[in-house]
């Protein structure tokens, strides 16, 4: 067994010197900075919790909404991920595999231009405007749709759609067919086989493809300035601007702890929600 | 026709009228009646491709027929999806929920029926008894051997208390050794509910084993319908003579009640002139030693040909041997003190009893 033992120890090495260096020490420093103070724009070291009472009291209202926003946004994309996935698995015949890499394809526009396609899209002047002018069912144009949170929420379920469908179509595929005609055989409804046999079988899929969608969303800072307006203020953009224009990287790790302990907890809720929902019955 | 049912009232269960299935390019089950009785063990034989899994497929509800009607116990269930049919499927590969454990999987039907807890729980026992798995309620299916997995798939279907089970190759994926053990099972589980049991296989030993009555199957059609018995003695078809149990044929021509074998033998049998094989088990031919050997009486057809080889094979053994015109001929004989006087190559008489002969229409 030793060589074994050694061969993997090998094989785990990279992954986990980079894991180490470039993700658990610099995480593990900024841990230590969110204790800290800032006196003169200079760090001092501490060991106090008032940048975690600051971020309770003065950004409860942004976190709060950061964290409805990336949950809708997450609930969504999972959804349509799940229903594009459900096609490609059980609807398109051989070429399932080849829809999914059309929509990872998508990738490849890149996140910027996909912020900026939107802002083109949904823009008073924009195509959707113009074309809905066009169509007389509007004569003025309607300045909701950019610079609001509804501008975050579809381009951000278009940038992390393709991201989602991997992990439900990974899942959907070690479904197999036979089971789910056993279902049916046996008196299942189709609704019934998809809640019964194909949902428990692919929940850690779902549970994935939501996690990363709304770790993702809750962290982003990029979309909201460009497209959120004024009324969308996500937690990533103040947390940006405490290690920028703020200098006050204490509050902005402390912010980000705070963003990253509530995320993983609203992930177990969910997740131990979902796995309880889609349990094998009776 | 049912020889082993005629002491019980036959009822007719399942009735296929004109029913056919075809695809854009092939038709897979040309226009078929059939019916099945009560009780009935039915065998659907046949090879790959006969149309014999898509013929069940359509009794299941999960293929539908391109024409033609089905009824179960006097309802025109066509059109009816499979989810409300009386009938219950072994699937091909199980198919059991992967995600529930043996006695959930059991379950599942009675569960989707809302049936009280206390019933559910004494009928999978029940069930459970009856493919005697009793202490494997709660093993995940994962764990489970191909065999006790096609007992959690027959009890999964039989807890439904189902008209008709249909089995779809119930043995195939199960080791030599099991798939003996499970056709015992299996017909004592049909002794003991008394069901309706339709299964497909392409294994004709099976078939024999397990039916009460077979369906042979060949490119979409039934072409032989009988007691296993029947279609084992009295094939209608070079197909059928060939398909079940082992056969040797010898091509002929039949010209003013005479059959003209083309090894020149000459053979009495009334008939329509032209092109016929004669067909005849290989138990039911008789072999000696040329010099000095004899046929047994009655033994009228006589051929000389030469021992290719011979294997003993306990019971009995079985001597290949080659015509004249190179035709091998495949003989099983009882009578083991032959062999010690036979080596290879040497001349035999072999022959058959005009009776055990079967003629068949040539191209049939």
Request: charged share 20%.
């Amino acid at each position: 067994m030793m060589p074994f033992t050694r061969l993997r120890a090998l094989m785990l090495a990279p992954s986990s010197a980079i894991f180490a260096v470039l993700f658990m020490m610099p995480l593990g420093y900024f841990f230590v900075l969110s204790f800290w103070r800032v006196r003169a724009y200079r760090l001092r070291p501490d060991a106090t919790i008032t940048q975690y009472l600051a971020v309770f009291r003065d950004y409860s209202k942004p976190m709060v909404f950061t964290f409805i926003l990336a949950f809708t946004i997450a609930v969504v994309t999972t959804l349509v991920a799940f229903g594009y996935s459900y096609f490609c698995r059980f609807k398109a015949g051989r070429h399932g595999t080849l829809f999914v890499f059309v929509a990872v394809l998508t990738l490849f526009g890149g996140y910027l231009a996909k912020i900026y396609m939107w802002k083109i899209i949904l823009g008073s002047s924009g195509i959707l405007n113009t074309a809905l002018i066009w169509l007389g069912i509007i004569d003025k144009p309607i300045t909701v749709f950019l610079f609001s949170p509804i501008a975050v929420l579809i381009t951000l379920v278009h940038y992390t759609l393709p991201l989602a469908i991997l992990p439900i179509y990974g899942a959907l595929r070690g479904v197999e067919d036979t089971p789910l005609q056993a279902a049916r055989d046996l008196g299942a409804h189709p609704t019934r086989v998809l809640f019964d046999i194909v949902m428990p079988q692919i929940r850690l899929g779902m549970i994935s493809s939501f996690s990363m969608t709304f770790i993702f969303c809750a962290g982003d800072y990029v979309t909201p300035l460009l497209l959120g307006g004024p009324h969308t203020s996500m937690i990533g953009i103040f947390i940006q601007s405490q290690f920028g224009l703020r200098v006050n990287a204490p509050l902005g790790a402390a912010m980000s702890f705070s963003v990253i302990a509530l995320c993983l907890m609203l992930i177990a809720v969910v997740g131990l929600a979902v796995i309880r929902i889609f349990r094998a019955r009776p | 026709m049912l020889k082993r049912a005629d002491t019980v009232v036959l009822q007719q269960l399942v009735k296929l009228e004109g029913l056919t299935k075809s695809y854009a390019k092939a038709v897979a089950v040309h226009p078929l009646d059939l019916s099945i009785q009560r009780g009935e063990f039915l065998a659907i034989l046949g090879p790959s491709g006969c149309g014999k899994t898509t013929l069940l497929k359509m009794i299941s509800g999960f293929v539908h027929p391109t024409g033609g009607a089905i009824w179960i116990n006097g309802q025109d269930v066509t059109t009816v999806s499979p989810e409300r049919r009386s009938t219950n499927m072994v699937f091909q590969g199980y198919g059991l929920f992967p995600h529930m454990s043996v006695a959930q999987n059991i379950a599942y039907g009675l569960h989707i029926r809302k049936t009280p807890r206390a019933e559910i729980e004494q009928r999978v026992r029940e069930a459970m008894d009856l493919v005697q798995l009793g202490e494997f309620a709660d093993r995940s299916v994962g764990q489970l051997s191909g065999g006790q997995a096609q007992r959690v798939a027959l009890a999964r279907a039989l807890i439904l208390r189902p008209e008709v089970l249909l089995l779809d190759e119930p043995l195939a994926a199960l080791d030599l050794k099991l798939r003996k053990a499970m056709q015992e099972e299996l017909r004592r589980i049909h002794l003991a509910t008394g069901g309706t049991f339709v299964f497909v296989t392409h294994d004709q030993e099976e078939a024999m084993a397990l039916a009460t009555r077979i369906c042979v199957m060949d490119h979409g059609r039934v072409v032989q319908d009988d007691v296993p018995e029947e279609i084992y003695a009295h094939p209608k078809s070079r197909f059928v003579s060939t398909f079940i149990g082992d056969a040797n044929l010898m091509e002929g021509q039949r010209k003013r009640n005479i059959i003209c074998l083309e090894n020149e033998l000459e053979i009495p049998h009334k008939g329509p002139d032209g092109n016929v094989v004669c067909m005849i088990r290989p138990e039911r031919m008789e072999i000696a030693p040329l010099d000095g050997g004899k046929l047994p009486s009655g033994v009228t057809a006589q051929l000389t040909a030469r021992l290719d080889h011979s294997v003993f094979l306990g019971s009995y053994v079985k001597y290949v041997v080659r015509l004249n015109d190179g035709r091998r001929l495949r003989i099983d004989s009882r009578d083991l003190s032959i062999r010690q006087v036979l080596t290879d190559g040497a001349q035999v008489r072999i022959g058959w009893r005009l009776e055990d002969q079967i003629v068949l229409a040539d191209g049939s």
